[in-house]
C-alpha cells in the first residue's frame, strides 16, 4: 500500500481516501497527535518548536568507566588496571565522577545543564549487541521488532508545514530506531553529497530529465517490488535535498567542531535546527565502543570524541540561540562487565547511564546506583531504571507526544525533565 | 552425546605438545590417519601477500587448500553411519571441486513447466531468467555474457558459474597488475575488489567471496593497525580460495586467519583468561543464532579456543598456551580445542538452518520458509558440509527461479555500482568507484560491526534518500563527468561507438538494445514509449555534442546519454 506525503497531506489537512487502509501505528499516532493537541493546545503548539537529538553509542559503552562510583572499593578492586585513578576523576559530587576525557563536557554540568541516569537496563538483558540494538530501538522484548519507537512517533506527526526534515538521520542508513512502514527517514551522510547532480549538456539544468525521472517512478505498477519504498524514497529526497542545500549555503557555526564523523554529524543537525528546517528528531551514532581488549585508550578516545562533539553542538545552537529547544540524549546497547578480563578490557554487561543534555533539562543524578556487591550470575549489574522509562520522560515531557501510545505500555517518568 | 571421537580422521588430535600441524591442522607425519588418497598436503599457491612459510603450523591465510574430500574410511559422523555410495559421490564433489554433473544426479528442471520466468516474458524468457541468474549468482551481465550465458542454457550457465577452476581468470589478474595498486591501503583494496566484481568471468565465485565477507566479518579498522591492512587483502584470498569449500575448512581456516584474530581479539586470548569476543560471536553470527547456547558455553568455548596467535601476516598455533582444562561445550564434554569447536559447531542440528536461511535470503528471497530451507539442510548434511553442494542445491531450486525471487532484492552497494559497470563494459582505473558504495552505505573490507550489513538481511535497507541520490549520481559519473569531485579519470561511456557496433538506427532501438541486458528485457510499452520519447524531443546540447545513429539521423547527446541514465536510474534497475 503506498502512502504518498502528498497525497496524504493536502492543505495542511490529513486526508484519508476511502478505501485506503493505514497500518494500525499510523493511526495511533495520529489519534494520539490528535489527542494531545485537544487536551492542551499551548503544550502542543510548543511541543512543535522542540527538538530531540538521540546519539547512539554503537557497541556496548563501559558505563561503570564513565560515570565513576570512585568510593566504591569494589570498582577498583574488580577493575585493577582499568579502574579510573581517583586523582583523575571529574568529580560531580562526592560518589560520582567522570571519565577524565569528559572533560569537554563539565562546563554542562557545573552550569545545571546535564542530568545522568544511573543504572538503565530492562529484564533479562541480552549480551548480544544485535538483540540488545533491536531491543532498544524496537521495544520488542524478545528481539524481533522491526518498527523503531523514534520512527513510530515520527510516523504519528501531522506534518502542516510539510517540512521534509522533520526527522532527519545522519550517515548512510536509516538507525532501526528511526524505522517505519510509512515514513522513510531522509538518512544524510554529507550535505554537499545530498543532491542530483545534473547533466552539463542538458540547457535546463536537468529538470526535463528529472521530471521523466518522478514519471517513471510514479508510474511504476503500484503492485511491483518495493514500490511504496521507491516512490516515497525519491518523492523524499526530491524535496529535501533543494532545502538542505540552501541551508547549508548560509548556515556558518558558530564554533569549531572538531574533526570525525561524528562532530561532523552533530554539525549537519545544529544546521537543521538553526536554519529552521523543522527538525523535531536528530539522530547520529558514534561507533567503537566494543572493548573487549585494551580497552583504555580506545576508551578515552571515544570519551574525548563524545564530550568535544556534543559540547561544540550545544555551543554552536547557544550561540545561535536555539539552545531553549533541544534535548540531546545518549543511549547504548549495554554497559559491560563490572570485572575486567584478561585482556585490559571488558566484556558484555547489562545496565548503564544514560546522559540527557541541554538546557531545557534539570540537572543531577537520577535513578538508582546499581550495586557493585550484589551482581547477577553472570557477573553483570542489575539494572534499576528500565530505560522506556527514560524514553517516557522525553516523550511526554519534552516532545508532547503520548508516551503510552508509541511505547504500547506505561512507564514512570524521570524528572530530569520538568513537568509539562 | 558424542564424546570427542579419536577414530574421526578430520579432527584427530594426539596430545604431544608443539608439533607441526599440517594445512588441514592435523599433525605432519602423523600415523593411522589413512592417507591414501585422502588428506593430503597442500600444494603452497602463490598469492600476492605474505610468502607462506616452508612448513606451515596450521591453515595459513593465503594458502590454497584444495576441498577436502569427505573422509574415505566411513567413519560415522555425529553418530550417524555413512554410506560408501554417499562418501564417494560427496569426495567426487569436493575433489572435483563442485558440481561434476551427475554426480548429485542432476534433476533436470524445466522452468517453463515449473511456472517459473516463462510465465512471466514469454518472449524474453531467456533474458529474464539469464538476467536473474547473473545478477545472483554474479553481478548482473553485459550484452556479450547475457548472450553467452543464454546459449549455455540455465543449467549449462549453472554449471559453468559453479564449475569456476574450470574458467580462466587470468586476464583479470593481469589487468589489476597493471593498475599497480597498493595493496597496503583500504581505497585501494576496495577497487581492487571492485575491479574484479566488474571484470571476473568467475562471477559466482566473486559473488560467494562477498557473500563470507559479510559473514565471517572482519575490518580493516581493526586487524592492528596500517601496517597490516594487508591482513584484510589475505583474508579476502581465504575466503575466496573456500568459498565453496566444506564450512569446517571455512572456519578452520577462519578461526585462524589473523585479520579475524586481530578483529575478534582471539590473538588476545590467554588460556589462563580467554576472551570471549570470539567465542560468542562464533556462535551468535557465524554457525547457530541467538537461543542455541548460553553464555556457559561463551565462556567454555572461550577456553576451547585459545592457543592462537597472530604472527605479522600469518598464524601460528600454540599448543602449550591452549587452555587444557576439561570444558562443557553445547552439551559436549572434553578438554576440547579450535578443531573441536569447529567439529561440534558444523555438525550441530542449528547450523545448516542457519547458515540456510543466510544463503537463501542473499541469493533467493527474504524471509524463507522450512520448506524453503530444507533441500539447502540436506544438501550440507549429506555433502559432508560442501558448499558447492549446497549452492547447486540453491540455484537449480524452483524458488530460485520462482516468480517470488525475481527482482525480489534491492541492489546492494556494490551489485549496483560492480553491475552498472560491469555491464556497460567499462575499463577504466575504477578510482571513483570505492566513494561510491561507501556513501551508498557499503564500505567493502569496512562491514559497519561484526554482523555485517543490515541490507544483506533486508535489502531495503539500502534505500533511503540519501543512497538513492548517490546511486543516480554514480550514473551520471559513469555517462556524463569526470565527477563532481573531479578525481575520476575514466572517459565518459562513448555512445557513438556504442551506435556504431550495433547498428542502432532509431531511439527504439536504442531503448531495446539497452534494455535487452540492463532491464531483461522487460519494459512496457508506456515505458518504453516515455524513453522513447525523451530521447526523440527536440533539443540542443549545451557544447552542442551529438549522436548520430546509423539511419544518418542525428540526436543531441543530452538526450541520448539522458535516456540511458533515466533506464539507469529506474525502479526496474535497483532491483536485483
Known sequence: MRLSRRALIKDGLLVVSAGMMMPAIFSRGVASARAMSLEGSHFAQAA?????????????????????????PLYHQMR????????????????LGLHPSLKA???????????????????????????????????????????????????????QDGHPFKALDVGVQTAQALQSISTPVPTVASVNAYRVYPDPADRDASNARMQALMKLYSSYPKTSPYAALLDTTALNAQDGSSQLLQADATYKPAVTYPTGAFAEGLKVLAEAIVQGLGLRVGYVTLGGFDTHANQQATHAALMQALAEGLSAFYNDLVAHGKADNVVVMTWSEFGRRVEENGSLGTDHGTAAPMFVLGKPINKGIYGEPPSLSSLDSNGNLKYTVDFRSVYATVLDRWLGASSKDVLGGSYSSQNFLPQP | MNVNNQDDDLYNQPTEPRRKLDVTGRPVGASGMGNSGGMRAAPVAARPGPTPQATPTGPVSGQVIPPTPYPQQGQKQAGRPVSRRKLLGAALLGMAGLGAVGVAGGVALNLAENGGFASLFHSAASNAQTGHLLRRAGFGASPAEMQMYKSLGFEGAVDRLLNYQQVSDDALESRLKALNLNLNRPTDQQRWWLLRMAWTQRPLLEKMTLFWHGVLTSSFRKVGGKNFFMRMINQNQFLRAHAFDTFDNILLGITADPAMLFYLDLTKSRKNHPNENYARELMELFTLGLGHYTQQDVSEGAAALTGWHVDGLTSRYIPADHNNLTKHYLGQTGNFDYRDVVRILTNHPATPWFLARKLFTFFVYENPSTDDLKPLVDSYVESGHNMGAVMRTLLLSPQFSSQKAYRARIKSPTEFVAGAYRALELQ?????????????????????????????????????????????????????????????????????????????????????????????????????????????????????????????????????????????????YQLN
Open chain 1, 105 to 159: 563536557l563539565q562546563p554542562l554540568w557545573e552550569q545545571g545543564h546535564l542530568a545522568i541516569v544511573e543504572g538503565v537496563g530492562y529484564p533479562n538483558q541480552s549480551l548480544s549487541h544485535f538483540q540488545a540494538m533491536d531491543i532498544w530501538q524496537t521495544l520488542d522484548l524478545s528481539g524481533n521488532g522491526s518498527e523503531g519507537w523514534l520512527g513510530k512517533l515520527v510516523s504519528g506527526w501531522v506534518d
Open chain 1, 48 to 72: 512543535s518548536e522542540r527538538t530531540l537529538i538521540v546519539v547512539q553509542m554503537a557497541g556496548g559503552n563501559d558505563g561503570l568507566n564513565t560515570v565513576i562510583p570512585f568510593t566504591d
Open chain 1, 80 to 95: 585493577p588496571t582499568l579502574a579510573i585513578p581517583d586523582a583523575q576523576v571529574l568529580m560531580l559530587d562526592t560518589r
Open chain 2, 428 to 572: 577504466g582505473s575504477g578510482l571513483a568507484l570505492p566513494t561510491m558504495t561507501t556513501l551508498m552505505g557499503q564500505a567493502l573490507f569496512d562491514p559497519p560491526n561484526v554482523a555485517g550489513w543490515p541490507g544483506d538481511k533486508v535489502s531495503a535497507l539500502w534505500l533511503n534518500s540519501g543512497t538513492w541520490m548517490t546511486r543516480l549520481n554514480y550514473i551520471d559519473l559513469l555517462l556524463v563527468r569526470s565527477g563532481a569531485t573531479g578525481k575520476e579519470q575514466a572517459q565518459p561511456l562513448d555512445l557513438q561507438s556504442v551506435v556504431n557496433a550495433n547498428r542502432i538506427d532509431s531511439p527504439e532501438k536504442f531503448v531495446d538494445y539497452y534494455a535487452s541486458f540492463l532491464l531483461d528485457g522487460a519494459l512496457d510499452s508506456d515505458r518504453r514509449s516515455l524513453l522513447v520519447d525523451y530521447f526523440s524531443t527536440p533539443d540542443v546540447s549545451r557544447g552542442g555534442g551529438q549522436v548520430t545513429l546509423t539511419s544518418g539521423k542525428s540526436y543531441p547527446l543530452n538526450r541520448v546519454r539522458g535516456t540511458l541514465y533515466l533506464m539507469m536510474a529506474s525502479p526496474e
